[in-house]
């Protein structure tokens, strides 16, 4: 079972910074099977990026995702108010179990 | 408009059994790779079981033999049937639709597009 391990687990920033969070595979995973989702207390997860680097349908340009291997990131360039939940990576990949991160709890500073 | 409802949570005492439904509108549930995944309270997100579009069904090791996916074409509708129900399995129980993405060379990636709100199952005497 491939797991991954995000970092940090909380992060605390003002609007208008840049957030970077991490999230590292203890193996190898295909970037075509890396996603991240957004967490609002209350709320099912949003798919916010697939194919590590990719946007889902409706996401602002402010989100954005890197990565291969071992080591993929997710870029928030300048934090909105709306932007402070939990953030959940995801390896999907052709062989389950699939697995989440432990979640990065985004908190306004 | 694409969406999931889940309905069939509550309080069940342990070592009971309950059975969840996701009812899709929308698209075709049968065309789709589709999950259920759970969140226990103030935890994070536990993929649970998938099963895929031309029927292959697994599962996470903690509910392996005890939890079973299957869906109703008919109803357009997906199931967990739990079995066995234990303290560690209380959680919002999500399912999900995994949605391909085809690039122009035909390279493919995924990602979980559609989520049902949950439905909130309790394990306790």
């Known amino acids: 079972e491939i797991v991954l391990t995000q970092s940090p687990g909380t992060l605390s920033l003002s609007p208008g910074e840049r957030a970077t969070l991490s999230c590292r595979a203890s193996?190898?995973?295909?970037?075509?099977?890396l996603a991240w989702y957004q967490q609002k207390p209350g709320q099912a997860p949003r798919l916010l990026i697939y194919?590590?680097?990719s946007r889902a349908t409706g996401i602002p340009d402010r989100f954005s995702g890197s990565g291969s291997g071992t080591d993929f990131t997710l870029t928030i360039s300048r934090l909105e108010p709306e932007d402070f939940a939990v953030y959940y990576c995801?390896?999907?990949?052709?062989?389950?179990?699939?697995?989440f991160g432990q979640g990065t709890k985004l908190e306004i500073k | 408009e694409v969406q999931l409802v889940e309905s069939g949570g509550g309080l069940i005492q342990p070592g009971g059994s309950l059975r969840l439904s996701c009812a899709a509108s929308?698209?075709?549930?049968?065309?789709?790779?589709m999950s259920w995944v759970r969140q226990a309270p103030g935890k994070g997100l536990e993929w649970v079981s998938v099963?895929?579009?031309?029927?292959?069904?697994y599962y996470a090791d903690s509910v392996k033999g005890r939890f079973t996916i299957s869906r109703d074409i008919s109803r357009n509708t997906l199931y967990l049937q739990m079995n066995s129900l234990r303290a560690e399995d209380t959680a919002v129980y999500y399912c999900?639709?995994?949605?391909?993405?085809?690039?122009?060379?035909?390279?493919?990636?995924?990602?979980?597009?559609?989520w049902g709100q949950g439905t909130m199952v309790t394990v306790s005497s």
């Open positions: 099963i895929y579009s031309g029927g292959s069904t």
């Open positions: 193996q190898s995973v295909s970037s075509s099977y």
């Open positions: 999900a639709r995994d949605q391909y993405y085809y690039d122009s060379s035909g390279d493919s990636s995924n990602g979980f597009d559609i």
């Open positions: 194919g590590a680097s």
């Open positions: 929308g698209f075709t549930v049968s065309s789709y790779y």
């Open positions: 995801h390896q999907c990949s052709s062989s389950p179990p699939y697995t």
